[in-house]
């Protein structure tokens, strides 16, 4: 190995602890583009060139920052996806569902349930969730107890001028 291997990658520092996860190119700690584990839970997979811990800057800004943008928008968009659940009585104004059920398990509390639901139905390209039912599941441990929520339902299209029509 040669002196100029171990240099980082952008510094030129001759110390390098860390290596670039996309391109693998040495890093000292200075240099390094920490991503954290949380930034795109709301994917189901995450994409192998987004799953690394540390990257260089040149990485960070052509790999990360567009997806990280991306995910950004469509997490936006989820936040305006109707929601129906199951004892839904008044007929929908559907003009096209998935066959697709979406499973969300292993939720902190409903909301986020809900949130993980209108994200995977945001990236499907649908704005709203039917059919939807979210439950807790009670988990004791050794007198310690705490809830685990799980939710169900389908993407599908709504009108949404007809649905305002409805209200």
């Known amino acids: 190995m040669s002196n100029t291997e171990s240099r980082c990658i952008s510094c030129r520092k001759p110390t390098t ?4 996860g996309h ?37 960070f800004a052509n790999v990360v920052e567009p997806a990280k943008q991306s995910y950004d928008e469509t997490r ?3 936040k305006q996806v109707y929601v129906f659940f199951n004892t839904q009585r008044a007929r929908l104004p559907i003009l096209k569902r998935s066959n697709v059920k979406l499973v969300i398990k292993n939720c902190i509390d409903r909301d986020e349930t809900i949130s993980r639901l209108a994200f995977q ?32 339902g389908y993407a599908a299209e709504v009108d949404v001028v007809k649905l305002e029509r409805i209200k």
């Not at 693998?24 to 700690?29: K, M, N, R, S």
């Open 17 to 20: 602890q860390f290596t670039c």
């Open 23 to 59: 391109c693998e190119e040495p890093l000292c700690g200075n240099c390094r583009e920490f991503l954290d584990e949380a930034t795109f839970s709301f994917l189901t997979s995450i994409p192998k060139e987004l799953s690394h811990r540390d990257y260089c800057s040149n990485c």
């Open 76 to 78: 936006e968009r989820s």
């Open 121 to 152: 139905a945001t990236q499907m390209g649908f704005n709203a969730i039917i059919d939807g039912d979210v439950r807790a599941e009670q988990i004791r441990n050794a007198g310690y107890q705490t809830s685990a929520w799980h939710g169900v």
